[in-house]
């Protein structure tokens, strides 16, 4: 799959955040993490789509695990 999932975020990562980190592992259709509708707040994940599954495939590798605004991410299919 193209699409990845990103958990265990900081309520302080943004979108922009994750396009930075992951956009060097190639080209991203859309970055979008996940909001309460009732307080506007962060759930603590969100998604990443790459335009290719080898693209998807590095991105597993290199960032799962990484520490971003005091919390470890955990990135899978």
């Not at 990562?13 to 993490?33: A, K, N």
């Not at 998604?47 to 955990?74: C, H, L, P, W």
């Amino acid at each position: 799959s193209s699409t990845l999932g990103v958990f265990g975020l900081s309520i302080l990562t943004r979108e922009r955040d994750l396009e930075t980190l992951f956009r060097p592992f190639g080209r991203l259709e859309s970055v979008v993490i996940l909001t309460d509708k009732i307080t506007g707040k962060s759930r603590g994940y969100g998604f990443i789509q790459y335009d290719n599954v080898e693209s998807a495939t590095k991105a597993i590798a290199a960032m799962n695990g990484t520490v971003y605004n005091e919390r470890q991410m955990r990135v899978d299919y």
